[in-house]
């Protein structure tokens, strides 16, 4: 999306090695069909939101407002832009369940494995699209920021994103490095949540304080809300709920509403887009109840195997979708109409996704894992989640 995509610890009272009977205790990790379920929902919300719901970008791609060619789908789809805070709120989940009984290596190689191989296939696609295919209205990223997006750290670089979408991946990142340090102190209830309250606390004094410029980078308001809830509600879904976990994403909720509204409001003053604060808040608050609902174990009947593929889809297809599918939109809206083109465009783009998985993705993901475990002196796992 422009800045405008998923076990030593204790329980909160006695050792989860002591407690074989704990909820969620699991001897390998499970694969939760419901959270792939949430992924494909979010990823085709921002990819509609790219293509029919902002005004702003798509003009140029449409060569006209998308609010005239899809008068219905426009009010719906200009709130898909949301779908990122869903992939938060999931994000925190899966990291949890991820890194849960992981070493920090382990944790890092399989985070590495994740991100980096579709997203190098994903900027070398951009890149030449840049350079074959511009849009005549914006500047290409220069050839050294274009070498910048390769380390995913264009943010703090102050390069060029080659694909808007790339922003959120820096939000990951610095949550990944947070858990990290978390994670290299032995993960349990207790220290997960207070790690939760303090990053909490750290996201609402940043707003306050800027003279700390790390605080902001790791801290950062809204999305930090996000994250903490998707943690509370995997400690609930491995723990079972209790008033602590219900007390800390009650504050993530509050803490995220203030931001979320806040931000929706200087979205319409600053980039026009006119949008009701309190519609998004609503739509937001619908994924941190579907979240709650896969954490309380009301999602466990939801076990059909084709949502495994149609989630491992959902990476390659965020990162490919913007840029490409805009390049595709413009050369192909004159000859088909709107219509065709929108469903020639996201049918291609799932094709390709599968494509981009099944032939580069996992090949390299496969080539990257051996070669890092003859490096290693961790036990061999299993492929990263």
């Known amino acids: 999306m422009s800045q405008t995509d998923a076990q030593t ?15 969620g205790r699991q001897s390998a990790r499970p694969r939760l ?3 792939d379920a949430l992924r494909v929902l ?4 921002v990819l509609l939101f790219h293509f029919t719901g902002v005004d702003a970008t798509t003009r140029a791609n449409w060569g006209v407002n998308p609010e005239k060619l899809f008068p219905w789908l426009f009010p719906i789809t200009s709130y898909g832009s949301y779908g990122v805070q869903l992939f938060f709120i999931i994000s925190g989940f899966v990291i949890c369940l991820s890194a849960w009984n992981r070493t920090p290596g382990q944790f890092a190689r399989a985070r590495f494995l994740r991100l980096f191989p579709a997203y190098w296939f994903s900027a070398v696609i951009a890149f030449l699209l840049w350079r074959t295919l511009p849009d005549g209205q914006r500047h290409a990223p220069s050839i050294s920021d274009s070498l910048t997006n390769l380390t995913m750290f264009q943010v703090p670089l102050s390069a060029q994103h080659l694909v808007g979408a790339y922003w959120t991946l820096w939000v990951e990142l610095t949550f990944y490095l947070l858990f990290l340090v978390v994670l290299r102190t032995g993960l349990s209830y207790q220290r997960v949540s207070v790690f939760c309250w303090v990053w909490l606390l750290a996201s609402v004094l940043a707003q306050q304080d800027h003279d700390v410029p790390l605080l902001g980078i790791f801290a950062q308001p809204l999305n930090t809300a996000l994250f903490v809830a998707g943690i509370a509600m995997y400690l609930m879904y491995r723990f079972g709920p209790d008033l602590k976990l219900w ?11 203030s931001d979320l509204v806040e931000h929706a409001d200087k979205l319409r003053h600053t980039e026009g887009m006119d949008r009701d604060p309190y519609i998004a808040l609503a739509v937001v608050t619908v994924f941190y109840l579907l979240v709650l609902a896969v954490a309380l174990r009301r999602t466990d009947w939801l076990d059909w195997a084709w949502l495994s593929t149609a989630g491992a889809l959902v990476y390659p297809l965020y990162l490919l979708h913007e840029e490409l599918g805009w390049a595709v939109i413009r050369n192909l809206y004159g000859h088909l109409g709107a219509w065709p083109t929108l469903g020639v465009t996201t049918g291609g783009l799932v094709v ?14 496969d080539w990257l894992r051996r070669a890092l475990a003859r490096e290693s002196s961790d036990p061999p796992e299993l492929p990263a989640r």
């Open 9 to 23: 610890t204790d329980s909160p009272s006695t050792s989860v090695a002591n407690t074989p009977q704990s909820p």
């Open 33 to 35: 069909h419901a959270l």
């Open 42 to 45: 979010a990823a085709l919300s």
């Open 247 to 257: 007390g800390l994403l009650g504050a993530s909720w509050l803490v995220m509403q």
């Open 352 to 365: 390709l996704a599968w494509l981009v998985h099944r032939f580069v993705e996992r090949p390299s993901q």
